[in-house]
């Protein structure tokens, strides 16, 4: 059974920093494409950062300069470090994972990130 589990999520305020992982299991994510994902109340769920397996990055435009994705593929997890951190930065952050070629099928059970003051 494939699993993703994040962690990492809480409260911060502007301008902090957060770090999620994301831990799979049932599954080496070596031969996966991974990304994070994130859904705000009232809103459709928005791509944050890609990595894949060859590792080449993209990024929403929304967050680009300010989030990072990485993987740790001995460790089979994949982070995201968040800088400069927003309001509008607030939502269920998701990790994702696919196959070559396949849909973003695998996902995460989500961590709350909430920035405020």
């Known amino acids: 059974q494939v699993q993703l589990v994040e962690s990492g999520g809480g409260l911060v305020q502007p301008g902090g920093s957060l770090r999620l992982s994301c831990t799979a299991s049932?599954?080496?994510?070596?031969?996966?494409?991974m990304g994070w994902y994130r859904q705000a109340p009232g809103k459709q769920r928005e791509l944050v950062a890609t990595?894949?397996?060859?590792?080449?990055?993209n990024y929403g435009v929304s967050v680009k300069g300010r989030f990072t994705i990485s993987r740790d593929n001995t460790k089979n997890m994949v982070f995201l470090q968040m800088n400069s951190l927003k309001p509008e930065d607030t939502a269920v952050y998701y990790c994702?994972?696919?196959?070559?070629?396949?849909?973003?099928?695998?996902w995460g059970q989500g961590t709350q990130v909430t920035v405020s003051s």
């Open positions: 049932g599954i080496s994510i070596s031969i996966l494409d």
């Open positions: 990595r894949i397996i060859g590792g080449s990055t």
């Open positions: 994702s994972a696919k196959r070559i070629l396949a849909n973003w099928n695998y």
